[in-house]
C-alpha cells in the first residue's frame, strides 16, 4: 500500500541517502515552452538538462527528476489541464473506456470502477470523492490545443509516435498498482503533489505492460514529491507506483509516452521481407528451393548452417543498399502521427500567393510532416500530415496506395485514409531536392525538361505543400 501521507522531510533525507537518481535544481527560472521548431521544444521541455546530456546519461538507461521552483512554468503546466476542465468536456459527450477510465488500486490490484454509456460529470465527481478513485483521461490533446502542440513537434523531434494521458487522483488514494509499462515515459504535473516510487526493472527496455506484486519489487530506488512545474523521466520497464498524499486536496498529472515497439528488433522484423525480396531478384541461392520436408520437422539443425549463410549474404547487400523498402513502421507513423497545429491560421491550407513558374524560389511547407518512402512493391511515395479537421484532394490511389511505379505525395485527413499526388518515377531526385533543401528554384529541380519542373511544382503549390518565396 502507498505511505499516506505528509513526510517530506524523512522523504527527502532517504533522497539524498539512497536514491541514485538526478535532481536539478534550477538556478534560474526555465523558460516556457519553446514552438520554434521540434529541436527547442524538447529542449525547454527538460531545462536546464542538456539535450546531449539527457541522451548521453539518462535516455534508456535511468530516470531524471527536475524539480522547478518557477510560478511562471507552475501556472503554464497548470493551462495544460485541471480538474475544473473536465464539467465542460463531460457536457460535450465523453464515454467511460472510449474517453475516461475510472480506477483504484486496492490490495495491489486494479480496480475499475466504470459504468456503461456516457460519462455524467456528477457521477464522475462523486466516484471521485466519495470512492477516492482516479480519472484517467484519454488523448487530452484532443480538447487542449497546447498539449497538441506539444505532441505534434514531439513526434516530429523523436520520429515516432507520441500519447498521453491525464491522471487526476484524489488525497490518500492511489490508482495503479506497481507495474512497468514498454514507453519511455515523461510527467509532468499540472496540479497539486504526487508522491512517486520508482524501482528497479526486472525487465530492461521491456516490450509489454507487466504489474509487479510489492513483494517481489524490493525498496524503491528513487521517491520523492512532484509539484507543479515538475518533470519527470524513466525509461521503459522501470517499475513505478505513485499516489496522492493525505493534506493534498488531488493531484493531476499528464503523461506522455513515446517509443512504443520502435526497438531495432521491431525495424529489423519489419525492414527485413522486403530486403529478401530485392535481394532474392538478384541472387538465385535465395531462389533455390528448402529441403524436403523442412516444414514437417520440428528440429531443423542440419539446415542452420545453410541458414545462416544466406543472412551473410543479407548482411553483404545490405551494407551496400541506401534505401529500405516501406515499412508497416514507418507507413504506421505515418497514419496516426498528429497532424501540425495551425490554430487560426488556415491561409496555410489554401493555395495562395504568387503562381510558381520556372524561374521561383520555392519552399516546402510542413517539412517535419514529409517522409519519403519506397514501398514494397518497389513504388516511391512522399508522405505529409495535414490537420484532420480538413479534406484534401489530390489524386487518390486505392487506400493511398499509389500504383505503376509513380512518386507519391501523400498525406493524410478523415477518416485517415492516405491520398495522394502521383508522379513518375523519375520525379523521385526532385522531390527529395525539395525535402531535403530550404529552398530551391524551380529551374534547378532535377528533372529532364522545364515544363516537368514547372508541373511538379503547380501540383505541390496546388495542394499548398510548397510555398513561393
Known sequence: MPKKGGKHAEMGKEMQTQCKRAKVEAACSPSIMSFESPDSLFGSLISPIKQEVFFREYWEQKPLLVQRNDPLLAAYYQSLFQLSDLKELCSQGLYYGRDINICRCVNGKKKVLNKEGKVNYMQLKKDFDQKKATIQFHQPQRFKEELWKIQEKLECYFGSLVGSNVYITPQGSQGLPPHYDDVEVFILQLEGEKHWRLYKPTVHLAREYNVESEDKIGNPTHEFIL??????????????????????????????????????????????????????????????????????QVDIGDSTEKLSSLLRRLADRLENTRELRSSDMKKDFIMNRLPPCLGCDSDALTPGGKLPKIDSKIRLQFRDHAVITVEPDQENSVSIMKPLSYTWGGSVGDKGRCTDRKVCFNFVSLPQQAHGLRFPLSYLDALKQIWSSSTVYVKDLKLASDAEKVNLALSLWTECLIEVI
Open 227 to 296: 509539484k507543479p512545474g515538475d518533470l519527470l523521466y524513466f525509461p521503459r520497464g522501470t517499475i513505478h507506483q505513485a499516489d496522492t498524499p493525505l493534506g493534498i486536496s488531488y493531484s493531476t498529472h499528464v503523461t506522455i509516452s513515446t517509443y512504443q515497439n520502435n526497438s531495432w528488433g521491431d525495424f529489423i522484423l519489419d525492414a527485413l521481407p522486403g530486403l529478401v525480396f530485392d535481394t532474392a531478384k538478384e541472387d538465385v541461392a535465395l531462389r533455390a528451393s528448402i529441403p524436403r520436408q523442412l516444414l514437417m
